[in-house]
């Protein structure tokens, strides 16, 4: 069998990408609100880590409950957590978006376009009015 190697082409050259890569393509809205629906989903997999560490205080009495919500409601808890909300609600408005496409629909430019952007301002006012109904409840 032959074997190829990148420098046995004279057309390509070393410094030169074998397949297109992040530094050929012009930055789209659309890849920009793909790459965020993966750190979200990263995001929401370490936030779990601190719904079972509430479980797990709830769980072990009131003194270290008590402790644990104290941290949650700390200027820092209360940043984190609003964090969480939005990647939580932005990665399901994702998730929509991606259904929606399962359907063999909203493939068209302006439709993605769309889509993305009422996705991010979705996930945005959807987290504002979760907070909102939070402290309104208290």
Same mark, same amino acid.
């Given at each position: ?6 420098? +046995? %082409? *004279?057309?390509?050259?070393a !410094?030169? @990408?074998l +397949? @297109?890569?992040? /530094?050929?393509?012009? *930055?789209? $809205?659309? #890849? ?9 989903? &990263? ?5 779990m880590?601190?719904? =079972? ?6 769980? +072990?009495? *009131? !003194?270290?409950? %008590?402790?644990? /919500?104290? =941290? ?6 209360? &940043?984190?957590? $609003? ?8 990665? #399901? ?8 496409? !399962? ?5 068209? /430019? ?7 952007? =009422? ?16 402290? #309104?409840?208290?």
């Amino acid at each position: 069998m032959s074997e190829t190697t990148p420098n +046995s %082409n *004279p057309r390509i050259g070393a !410094d030169r @990408p074998l +397949s @297109p890569h992040l /530094q050929v393509y012009r *930055p789209l $809205f659309t #890849m920009m609100m793909s790459i965020v629906h993966r750190i979200t989903g &990263v995001g929401l997999y370490f936030g779990m880590f601190l719904l =079972a560490w509430w479980l797990f205080a709830a769980a +072990s009495g *009131p !003194d270290y409950f %008590n402790w644990v /919500q104290g =941290a949650f409601g700390s200027w820092f808890g209360q &940043v984190i957590l $609003f964090g969480f909300t939005w990647a939580l609600l932005h990665h #399901m408005l994702g998730g929509l978006r991606h259904f929606v496409w !399962d359907t063999g629909r909203g493939f068209g /430019q302006v439709a993605r376009e769309t889509m993305a952007k =009422a996705t991010l301002a979705g996930s945005v006012i959807l987290t504002v009015v979760v907070w909102i109904i939070g402290y #309104m409840v208290r």
